[in-house]
């Protein structure tokens, strides 16, 4: 899968590139993944700003301005979440998109309703945020790697 993440990280890049906006990433189960595969790319920083990986939920208050009733409401696994932490990225960076992820890796950590491989995702350009929610089959890795990949697809067509 790495051969696709760097490839989708390019095309990123010169998607990001064409329009001369700059991406921050807000991670959480990712831990830094998305981020990392964009600055795999030579030349990333005329178009990746920066990235925050907000693992605990104190963290998503503290750098994204993620609302902790939000939090304790619907949980750090929640669309709701996701679309926070993007907002958040935005407002915190000097960008003009953002993405964010927010799940749960495994093995453990499963709740009612959120099984390990869910994983929350939220795209920000402006006042237009998209969120989705899926749930990855696989091991801890295979979660995060499909998780790193989707954000990157999404952002293609977020930002075209």
């Known amino acids: 899968m ?8 390019s095309q990123v890049g010169l998607a990001l590139q064409a329009k001369g906006w700059l991406l ?13 595969a964009v600055t795999d790319i030579a030349g990333s920083s005329a178009w990746f700003e920066r990235g925050f990986v907000t693992y605990s939920n104190a963290a998503k208050t503290d750098l994204l301005n993620v609302p902790a009733a939000l939090i304790a409401e619907v949980g750090a696994v929640s669309e709701e979440v996701a679309a926070a932490m993007a907002e958040g990225a935005l ?13 749960i890796a ?10 390990v491989g869910t994983v929350c995702f939220g795209w920000a350009h402006g006042a237009i945020v998209h969120t989705e929610r899926l749930v990855f089959a696989g091991d801890r890795q295979a979660v995060r790697e499909q998780a790193i990949a989707h954000a990157l697809q999404g952002l293609l067509r977020f930002i075209k």
């Not at 790495?2 to 990280?9: E, G, K, P, Q, R």
């Not at 921050?24 to 993944?33: F, I, K, P, V």
């Not at 495994?106 to 099984?115: E, I, L």
């Open 91 to 103: 407002a915190n960076s000097d960008t003009q998109v953002a993405v964010s992820t927010t799940g």
């Open 106 to 115: 495994g093995p453990g950590g499963a709740v009612p309703g959120k099984p």
């Open 2 to 9: 790495h051969n696709d993440i760097f490839s989708l990280a």
């Open 24 to 36: 921050a990433t807000a991670e959480s189960c990712t831990g830094g993944g998305v981020a990392q």
